[in-house]
């Protein structure tokens, strides 16, 4: 793995010797092959060193939004997710109250049945 710290040095060492950007290129080419950080890179450093930012490192990013895991997160997303479902479950089952009052009139005048799951396949057809 090609360690971009060291050609940042060498561009900077460059820089301090009064080397342009294109001569710091062509060195970097030659010690580093194919593994020598591109044109752009070369220059934006260069830009860098010009103004006055003399550290290699690069600046600190916010980088990965930290997991804040707590009680009260756990809980909201937990509420929520009830929510969303207590909705969908409802909604099917005024559906299923839909259907039953269109297909079984009489089971639905006389309040007789019940919901059983034997995960058999639904008869959709309607009587005509």
């Known amino acids: 793995m090609v360690d971009f710290r060291e050609q940042r040095a060498a561009v900077k060492f460059c820089f301090l010797l ?21 044109k ?5 450093w260069f830009s860098h060193f010009k103004n006055g930012e003399i550290s290699i ?15 009260e997160n756990v809980e909201k997303i937990r509420k929520i997710i009830k929510a969303v479902n207590q909705a969908f479950y409802l909604e099917v089952f005024q559906r299923l ?25 639904a008869h959709t057809s309607l009587s005509v």
């Open 57 to 71: 490192d690069d600046k600190p990013c916010s980088g990965r939004p930290s997991m804040a895991q707590t009680h």
């Open 18 to 38: 009064g080397k342009s950007g294109t001569e710091t290129l062509e060195m970097l080419k030659m010690a580093y092959k194919n593994n020598a950080v591109g």
């Open 40 to 44: 752009t890179q070369v220059f934006e």
């Open 97 to 121: 109250c839909n259907s039953v009052r269109r297909k079984r009139p009489d089971l639905w005048q006389s309040g007789d049945w019940f919901f059983h799951h034997d995960n058999a396949p």
